[in-house]
């Protein structure tokens, strides 16, 4: 079984000074921060822009249930410990709200100065209450009358009634009622999320037509946010009283729990208790309408027993999340243009992947190819009468997956199926757990992780009986296996039949799903026993061929750079004279172009259409290149407390696809990169000169379809 490394721990230490260090919250809050400016970038189409937007907030929402609630919790504890930077947790989540309210004034600007006037011109109106037109009233308050209230039920809070639990994540009402009797009371009214947040209605022109027809029949683009009808209509709630205050607000918990995985009997049920706690959690956020009076914010402060730190007022709406209900729309003038995926030659529906592989391993590149040819590799697997076994990671496969139905119907055909649920997953704990019951009911094996790690590896071994012995099949990515994300999210897949790589893997799942306390391997790089060490000893190694004359050059593409014990041996890289150009897409903690530091390093980062989501190391070694794909980032999380895995690119023509095509295409983007300087900051990237603008991931998709009916393959691997 692979083990927590001893080494590994030793090495995240680093006798970098603390100032060579950018804080990790902070350098998130900038990625969040380009993605609000592809919000407010007019060269997008605009509903990618509200995309970008409800984005930016589903961002907060995570980053505070898991990163501030953990710094809160450091906090409370006492914790001594800083990160790298030397910040503590009190400087971090001062730091965190001076960065954040400049930018949550931004985004409430962006929606209302920007996005909601440009929807209007094109014929989508998101209203507020005192726009909405007197007939369109009439119907709203009919709607409401009849499916809406019958469904909310207001919490008073007396004496005689405790203050009510807020769930995580809801919108609410603070409502001040008056009783003439009695004086004011306080009462809470969610929102239920039964209904959509973006209640459509008619507009004043096609509300008489409508008027009979009732509001589920209406398709119009004009829309009030929920709450806004809730509160315009507490009269029918609150019978023979006033409404003096009906304002909205939204709480956040912490959603960061960790399990005793070794006092757990069984960690299926311990995951669903841990997933339920995730509605309980301490509050670390409030949201408030900044039209709430401040005495009704400080009942909901006082009783939710958080600081006014932890309180943001912004203009309406309370969160943006929902804004994503707008891209829904069929609106495609008003979307990136649509576009089909390339499926690589030898790999539709209708061919025999096996064939195809055994040729010559396979590269694809998501979006841009197809995730069908995975999909039907295991189907095709799962029928094929010589196929005895497939073993199969999954960590986030989303609902209604082909890839779990493909993997069942493989056992129902008499498979040995042997599947890895890592319950785990954060925010997929619920499906996870679902289809480990369905895989186990259907007679898979289901194993649920290793003790104290996280599999975050992505890989599939199929076992065939061919007619010259046993082969073995292996599929690695560095994304999930989930069709809807593929989609979304830039990914790269490699199909091989090499005998040392699929003999790694056929290894590493007996660790898995056993006991072994295999270290190392032939060709890959596994955490948490190996993979620090092997990328260390390759950047050593390119220090060395600087030395020597022979030019060391480093490229690494990824989400996030934050491991202390890697960005030291890069600082070190740079000071031999070695040429490091760094891509990362989120949180980075280097400081590159620092004299006699980093002046060799380059850091960039895309923000774009998909979410780039590919690791890509590569190595120049002195003109006999390796490159490497993977699961895994350089954090400590990756490296000390997952199993991940980190796969060569052997083919030399598929290194080249990668190294060229791929990662040198994203670097010299000029459409979507900002490059991050010294001082922690980043700017946009500009062409040179006047030229035009190179948008890597346009390029791709126009590539990809002017090569639609060429594969993607290399050269046959060693047989095995």
């Not at 409404?243 to 669903?272: G, H, N, Q, Y």
């Not at 046993?470 to 999930?480: Q, S």
């Amino acid at each position: 079984m692979p083990q927590k490394s001893k080494k590994s721990k030793k090495r995240t230490t680093t006798t970098v000074r603390p100032d060579l260090f950018l804080n990790r919250e902070l350098s998130w809050i900038d990625f969040n921060q380009r993605v609000l400016e592809e919000a407010r970038d007019p060269s997008n189409p605009l509903l990618e822009r509200v995309k970008f937007l409800s984005i930016f907030a589903t961002n907060l929402d995570e980053f505070f249930m898991i990163r501030v609630s953990g710094l809160r919790g450091q906090l409370e504890a006492g914790a001594l410990k800083a990160p790298p930077d030397g910040m503590t947790p009190a400087e971090q989540l001062a730091a965190i709200r001076e960065r954040l309210t400049p930018l949550l004034d931004e985004a409430a600007a962006c929606w209302r100065d920007e996005l909601s006037p440009a929807l209007r011109e094109h014929g989508v109106h998101v209203l507020a209450w005192d726009e909405v037109k007197k007939k369109q009233r009439k119907l709203l308050r009919s709607h409401f009358s009849s499916d809406i209230l019958p469904a909310l039920t207001p919490l008073a809070f007396d004496p005689s009634h405790p203050f009510p639990h807020i769930s995580n994540l809801s919108i609410n009402l603070a409502v001040v009622v008056r009783d003439p009797d009695e004086g004011p009371r306080f009462a809470r009214i969610k929102v239920p999320q039964i209904f959509p947040r973006l209640l459509r209605i008619p507009t004043e022109e096609t509300a008489d037509r409508y008027e009979r027809l009732g509001l589920e029949e209406l398709r119009s683009s004009t829309f009030v946010w929920l709450e806004d009808v809730i509160a315009a209509n507490l009269d029918l709630l609150f019978p023979g009283l006033e409404v003096e205050v009906a304002c909205p607000f939204r709480v956040t918990r912490d959603a960061d729990f960790e399990i005793e995985e070794d006092e757990a009997s069984d960690l299926l049920a311990a995951m669903k208790e841990v997933v339920d706690q995730r509605y309980f959690g301490q509050a670390i956020r409030l949201e408030i309408d900044d039209r709430m009076p401040d005495h009704v914010a400080d009942i909901l402060e006082r009783n939710l027993g958080l600081p006014p730190h932890l309180a943001y007022r912004s203009a309406g709406p309370v969160s943006r999340a929902n804004l994503m209900e707008l891209t829904r729309l069929n609106r495609p003038e008003l979307k990136d243009p649509p576009f089909r995926p390339r499926v690589a030659d030898g790999l539709g529906p209708d061919d025999d992947p096996f064939a195809t592989i055994r040729s010559g391993d396979v590269l694809l590149y998501h979006p841009y190819d197809s995730f069908n040819p995975v999909v039907d590799f295991l189907r095709t697997a799962a029928e094929d009468p010589d196929v005895l076994a497939i073993k199969q990671t999954l960590y986030r496969v989303g609902t209604n997956s082909p890839v779990v139905e493909a993997l069942m119907a493989a056992r129902e055909s008499g498979k040995q199926v042997a599947v890895l649920v890592e319950l785990k997953a954060r925010f997929d704990e619920e499906n996870n757990i679902v289809w480990a019951r369905a895989l186990e009911r259907a007679g898979v094996h289901v194993v649920y992780g290793l003790l104290g790690l996280k599999t975050h590896a992505k890989m599939c071994l199929v076992v065939r009986r061919e007619a010259d012995g046993i082969r073995r099949y292996a599929h690695l990515g560095t994304g999930n296996y989930n069709p809807v994300t593929a989609r979304m999210y830039s990914d790269l897949g490699l199909f091989t039949t090499d005998r040392e790589i699929t003999g790694d893997v056929s290894d590493l799942f007996n660790a898995i799903t056993g006991y072994s306390r295999q270290e190392t391997y032939q060709r890959l790089l596994v955490a948490p026993t190996g993979l620090r060490e092997g990328i260390l000893a390759r950047i050593e190694r390119e220090m060395e061929h600087q030395r020597q004359g022979r030019g060391g050059h480093i490229a690494m593409k990824m989400n996030s750079l934050v491991d202390p014990a890697c960005i030291e041996a890069l600082y070190r890289a740079s000071q031999a004279g070695v040429k490091v150009d760094l891509q990362v897409r989120g949180i980075c903690c280097l400081r590159p172009g620092l004299d006699n530091v980093s002046e060799n390093i380059t850091v960039t980062s895309v923000v774009g259409r998909f979410l780039e989501h590919a690791r890509i190391f590569w190595f120049a070694n002195g003109g006999d290149d390796e490159l490497f794909m993977g699961s895994a980032d350089l954090m400590p999380r990756n490296l000390d407390g997952r199993v991940e895995v980190v796969f060569p690119v052997l083919d030399e023509g598929l290194r080249r696809e990668v190294r060229e095509d791929i990662l040198r295409l994203h670097l010299d983007d000029t459409a979507k990169t900002r490059r991050l300087h010294a001082d922690g900051t980043w700017t946009r990237v500009r062409p040179v000169d006047d030229a035009p603008p190179v948008d890597s991931q346009k390029r791709l998709i126009e590539s990809r379809r002017a090569r639609a009916a060429t594969p993607v393959v290399g050269s046959a691997p060693e047989r095995g």
